[in-house]
């Protein structure tokens, strides 16, 4: 795959060596002093060097804050906030994967505003200005380089919200080259493989008509991540594949494959819980919910699971029983998910309590926002849905 240049909100620069240019581009944008902020693990740290020297070159003032975890902590919000506002920042560079890139989208927020930037992720305040945010992505999956929304977890509370739909939560900027993703573990890279299919999916199961080439558009992101993401694990420093996924990563799921509809996404929101809860990655997560979920509910629209299964896995469409075709693609797209290394089952990955009543407190925790104390789109389920969900993950 060739470099190229998408001039969009967030505009995006594909290709090698693009993070060369992360200086020029946060200047560009207006920033004069840079927060770059990262994880902290030792093989992001020569890249946050590297950054550094690019700011510097173009004449730029930075300082740093590491220590991002998976499931970003709205403390580790609170102390980037701190140090933008002491250290008169007006510009945020996020180097690194998802996690990183919505932590840094909550210190940009959170630093102009005269409140408690958890209003914003409990949505009782908008976001009406931040500072600069550029992004250079280490990673293919959340795809939150693109998108309009910031997740964080709140300990005390034992929370994860999110701000949602807001244009200005997007980036003004991000750097994908796919070299960066060469270092990346094989559970990690399986795991963004896992959310980005499951963006896809999530948007694909929609109960708007008439979207041929949406699904269309969908489905090509769907057989790319089939096809290039077992590559990828295999073959860490195969360019093609890395590219496929962290091409496909920010489409999925900032909106430019589902124009005209509306996905789902109940499995988002139950998994959310499960992150929360057991701190397990949220791709992962996506890999043992999503089968589980689409066996609960496919029975309300056979015709569409079973055109999932023709098209992405080629099974042969049983006319006397579409629902046994529906069924078929459902246990290959499951038995995908764990030929890239992800668990079936909750239990496979925690070891934690998964007691009915704490399956009833993570159900609970969700925002029902449909009508009827319900959530998901195309599907709405019940809390007791939910749970039953759950139990059958477990």
Not at 255 to 274: I, K
Request: hydrophobic share 40%; with cysteine.
């Amino acid at each position: 795959m060739i470099n190229f240049d998408i001039m969009n909100i967030p505009d995006i620069i594909f290709g090698r060596d693009t993070e060369k240019r992360a200086g020029e581009l946060m200047k560009e944008f207006g920033a004069a002093k840079v927060l770059i902020h990262h994880s902290g693990e030792p093989f992001v740290l020569p890249l946050v060097e590297r950054i550094g020297g690019y700011l510097t070159e173009a004449g730029l003032e930075w300082v740093e804050l590491g220590g991002v975890v998976p499931n970003p902590r709205l403390s580790k919000v609170y102390e980037g906030i701190e140090l933008c506002r002491r250290e008169h920042i007006d510009g945020v560079l996020a180097v690194g994967g998802g996690s990183v890139i919505d932590s840094s989208k909550g210190i940009a927020c959170g630093t102009p505003y005269s409140g408690d930037v958890w209003d914003m992720y409990r949505m009782v305040a908008p976001v009406e200005e931040r500072l600069v945010l550029g992004v250079v992505s280490t990673f293919a999956g959340t795809g939150s380089e693109c998108s309009c929304a910031s997740v964080v977890t709140n300990e005390k509370k034992q929370l994860k919200l999110s701000i949602d739909n807001q244009p200005i939560v997007r980036p003004d900027f991000c750097i994908l080259n796919p070299e960066l993703t060469y270092s990346v573990p094989a559970l990690q890279t399986a795991s963004g493989a896992s959310d980005i299919m499951s963006h896809l999916i999530e948007n694909y199961c929609t109960a708007v008509p008439d979207v041929y080439m949406n699904h269309e558009f969908l489905l090509a992101g769907m057989k790319t991540v089939l096809h290039q993401a077992p590559i990828a694990i295999a073959e860490p420093e195969n360019y093609a594949a890395r590219s496929a996924l962290m091409a496909t990563a920010p489409f999925a799921i900032s909106g430019l494959l589902r124009l005209g509809l509306v996905g789902d996404w109940a499995c988002h929101l139950m998994e959310h819980e499960m992150s929360t809860e057991w701190n397990i990655p949220h791709g992962l997560g996506l890999a043992i919910i999503t089968p589980v979920w689409m066996r609960y509910v496919y029975e309300r629209d056979v015709n569409l699971f079973a055109k999932l299964a023709v098209e992405l896995f080629h099974i042969e469409y049983d006319y006397d029983d579409p629902a046994r075709t529906a069924r078929a693609g459902i246990d290959a797209l499951s038995d995908w998910f764990c030929s890239l290394g992800m668990p079936k089952t909750i239990r496979e990955y925690v070891k934690g309590d998964t007691s009915e009543a704490t399956l009833w407190k993570m159900a609970n925790r969700i925002d029902y926002a449909m009508e009827g104390h319900k959530v998901g789109c195309a599907f709405p389920i019940t809390t007791q849905d939910v749970v039953n969900i759950y139990k059958l993950s477990l």
